[in-house]
């Protein structure tokens, strides 16, 4: 399975972006697909995510209430819209998605099967 990313770029603070990520097989159903972000010089962090079979959604402390995950499972794609953007979102921005969590928290990288190249978000003051 691969996952596509796009609807980057830049933008100044307070604005919006709204990502998408595209999975290439239609049938493939994940157990949880996410978001995920790597600043320069920092560890790969959770954004936000999705499971398939619930549709229960979880975010991260720095992006709640300002985020929003979703997923279209008619074409199988994923959704951050961002909205009042700070400079400290700045980062690339990943989709991920899990076959299996196996008991993992939605925020574990470990548990991530497929993960799509990157796009990335600047965010200027």
Do not use: H
């Not at 999975?23 to 962090?45: C, Q």
């Not at 953007?85 to 928290?105: F, H, I, Q, V, W």
Request: aromatic share 10%; with cysteine.
């Amino acid at each position: 399975v691969q996952l596509l990313e796009s609807g980057g770029g830049s933008v100044q603070a307070g604005g919006s972006l709204r990502l998408s990520c595209a999975a290439s097989r239609r049938s493939y159903v994940p157990t949880l697909m996410g978001w995920f972000r790597r600043a320069p010089g920092k560890e790969r962090e959770a954004v936000a995510g999705i499971y398939s079979n619930t549709g229960t959604k979880a975010y991260g402390d720095s992006v709640r209430g300002r985020f929003t995950i979703s997923r279209d499972t008619t074409n199988n794609t994923l959704y951050l819209e961002m909205n009042n953007l700070k400079p400290e979102d700045t980062a690339m921005y990943y989709c991920g998605a899990s076959s299996d969590m196996n008991g993992r928290s939605w925020s574990d990288t470990t548990a991530i099967s497929y993960w799509g190249q990157g796009t990335q978000v600047t965010v200027s003051s």
